[in-house]
Each structure stands twice: as C-alpha cells, then as structure tokens.
Nanobody
Framework: QVQLVESGGGSVQSRGSLRLSCAAS????????MAWFRQAPGKEREEVAS???????NYTDSVKGRFTVSRDNAKNTLYLQMNSVRPEDTAMYYC???????????????????WGQGTQVTVSS
C-alpha cells in the first residue's frame, strides 16, 4: 500500500504559478502510476495529469501547455507545476496512485485506489 499527503496549495492570482507536491510513503512507489485530480464545487472530479512508472505523461486538454507533472522516485514525491493559472483552475487537488496491471503484451495503469486528503487551490482574477 501507499499513503499520500499533498501540500503546496493556496491562493494565487490569475496568470501566477503554484507547485503542488505529493509525498508518498509505503513500498514500491516507483512502480505506481501517479496522477493529479481536481474537484471544484458542484462539479465532477476530473483527472488533470498523470505519469506512469515509465515517465509517460498525460494531461487533460484544459491544462496542456500550462501544467507539468513530474516525479522524483528517490524522494517518493509527485509534483504538479501550475503556470499561467486561471480562475477556472480553482479546485481541491488530489494526488492518487494506481498499481500497474500486467497484460500479455503491455502494461496499463489500474484503478486509482490510493488517495491523499487534498490541497485547495484558489485562483483570483
């Protein structure tokens, strides 16, 4: 299992920057797929960015070119660098982890079963 703790949220003005961190504890962090999700009031949770154990990343369209996900496996930490933030980025941001699922010819990330408690990001115009 893995335990996740987010930090780095806060209030920022539009077009500003913020970096979120997610510290993981537990075994085999490097083998997990990691992702950032967010949920704004009255909206469904959405996956913002992810990185698998090979370093392959994926972003939702609304943050492409503005957000960057990275991980430091030596420090068991996942990051989300948020640049050029917008008021619509305001949400609770969650870190999540998923185990890899082994298929005959490929590996895929499984369900995100491990979650942090979240960190609030508020962007003012």
């Amino acid at each position: 299992q893995v335990q996740l703790v987010e930090s780095g949220g806060g209030s920022v003005q539009s077009r500003g920057s913020l970096r979120l961190s997610c510290a993981a504890s537990g075994n085999s962090y490097a083998s997990y797929c990691m992702a950032w999700f967010r949920q704004a009031p009255g909206k469904e949770r959405e996956e913002v960015a992810s990185m698998d154990n090979r370093g392959i990343t994926n972003y939702t369209d609304s943050v492409k070119g503005r957000f960057t996900v990275s991980r430091d496996n030596a420090k068991n930490t996942l990051y989300l660098q948020m640049n050029s933030v917008r008021p619509e980025d305001t949400a609770m941001y969650y870190c999540a982890a998923a185990r890899l699922v082994v298929f005959p010819t490929t590996l895929k990330c499984g369900a995100y079963n491990y979650w942090g408690q979240g960190t609030q990001v508020t962007v003012s115009s």
